[in-house]
């Protein structure tokens, strides 16, 4: 069973930056694709940005474009999403997520998921 844990949320001004990391155990990465995803109170948890288990070209949210960066580092077994220029809309709880296929960047088929970490952006 594959294992997640986050880190790297917090509390930041409108168009400073953060850096989340999710950490993986039990499994190497490099048999899954991998994701991040964002749910704000009230709403559904949307795909931020994801990677291919094949490592092929990122999908971003149109919302994220520009502005995060998704990457993974299968030597250590960790991946990264660099946020920039951070808005209040980006305010929510973000999760790292990990499947085996995650063919397309969407909480409905990624099956491990971590525990979350908030993220506020906030003046």
């Known amino acids: 069973h594959l294992q997640l844990v986050e880190s790297g949320g917090g509390l930041v001004q409108p168009g400073g930056s953060l850096r989340l990391s999710c950490v993986a155990s039990?499994?190497?990465?490099?048999?899954?694709?991998i994701g991040w995803f964002r749910q704000a109170p009230g709403k559904a948890r949307d795909g931020v940005a994801c990677i291919s288990r094949d490592g092929g070209m990122p999908m971003y949210a149109d919302s994220v474009k520009g502005r995060f960066t998704i990457s993974r580092d299968n030597a250590d077994n960790t991946f990264y999403l660099q946020m920039d220029n951070l808005q209040p809309d980006d305010t929510g709880v973000y999760y790292c997520?990990?499947?085996?296929?995650?063919?397309?960047?969407?909480?409905?088929?990624?099956?491990?998921w971590g525990q979350g970490t908030q993220v506020t952006v906030s003046s």
């Open positions: 997520a990990a499947d085996p296929l995650g063919y397309v960047c969407s909480s409905n088929f990624y099956g491990s």
């Open positions: 039990e499994f190497s990465l490099d048999y899954f694709a």
